[in-house]
């Protein structure tokens, strides 16, 4: 069983890093700093600038981050932090379901979801975590398992 888990929590932090890397690269290279920092002013972002940089860099990292398995915990509340950032100044007034091509906030609920889920259950056998604190490790495996 522990096999198949860590194989699972690998899959879910991939998929969830190669979104979160996806939409940090697509900040960089296609919107670029400068049209982040414009479209947050547009939509009342507080201090647009620092949080075109601080969003980018934490998509992009996180998601390297998450998908190595290393600093679960504080990049998952980065992303989640993120996320709740997401919904309030994007998501929100769409409502909760994707429509009109447009995505409610149902999609970053989601991702939300995930984070939670592979940021603070065990970070099983593929993660770098596991092996940079082996002894904390062993100790939450025994106490999950």
């Known amino acids: 069983m522990n096999g198949f888990r860590g194989i699972a929590l690998l899959a879910a932090r991939v998929i969830l890093g190669c979104i979160f890397i ?3 690269w697509q900040k960089l290279n296609t919107f670029h700093i400068s ?3 414009a479209n947050f002013e ?3 972002v507080v201090a647009p600038g620092f949080s075109a940089y601080a969003v980018t860099w934490v998509e992009f990292v996180g998601g390297i981050l998450l998908i190595l398995g290393l600093l ?3 990049v998952s509340v980065l992303l989640v ?3 709740i950032g997401a919904i309030y100044y994007v998501h929100w007034d769409l409502g909760f379901w994707v429509a009109d091509g447009k995505a409610g906030w149902e999609w970053p609920l989601a991702l939300i979801a995930g984070l939670l889920a592979v940021g ?3 970070a099983g056998v593929f993660a770098a975590d596991n092996y940079l604190v082996r002894g904390r490790g062993r100790r939450r495996s025994a106490a999950v398992d």
Request: avoid cysteine.
């Open 22 to 24: 996806a939409h940090g």
């Open 81 to 83: 932090i993120d996320m």
């Open 42 to 44: 547009g939509m009342g």
């Open 120 to 122: 603070f259950a065990n």
């Open 72 to 74: 679960l915990p504080i």
């Open 35 to 37: 049209g982040v920092k």
